[in-house]
């Protein structure tokens, strides 16, 4: 098993910026990737962005490329989402996502990933 916890959500203004953090905790060495999704009032889940743990560079959703960017520290176990110019429309909970299988796999089906963590609410004001 794998736990997952992120933190750092919080108000914040449009244009501003925010990092948010998921530690991963238990059998992190079965995980392969992980990313971000949010979810929005009365909408549904949205992918946000993705990494593997072997992989240099991330993957984004058009809406957030070239204001978010994912990070990790291996060492820690913690993967980052820096968020900039930052827009009310990015208000969502945002959640942290943990697949522990290489393989062929859909990025953005939130079915691709086995652990989630418990979701950090961003509001973005306008």
């Known amino acids: 098993q794998v736990q997952l916890v992120e933190s750092g959500g919080g108000l914040v203004q449009a244009g501003g910026s925010l990092t948010l953090s998921c530690e991963a905790s238990g059998r992190t060495g079965s995980m392969y990737a992980m990313a971000w999704f949010r979810q929005g009032a009365g909408m549904e889940r949205e992918f946000v962005g993705h990494i593997a743990r072997s992989a240099a560079t991330a993957s984004y959703a058009d809406s957030v490329k070239g204001r978010f960017t994912i990070s990790r520290d291996g060492a820690k176990n913690t993967v980052f989402l820096q968020m900039s110019s930052l827009k009310p429309e990015d208000t969502a909970v945002y959640y942290c996502?943990?697949?522990?299988?290489?393989?062929?796999?859909?990025?953005?089906?939130?079915?691709?990933?086995?652990?989630w963590g418990q979701g950090t609410q961003v509001t973005v004001s306008s």
């Open positions: 996502a943990a697949r522990s299988g290489s393989g062929v796999y859909f990025i953005i089906e939130d079915q691709s990933y086995d652990y």
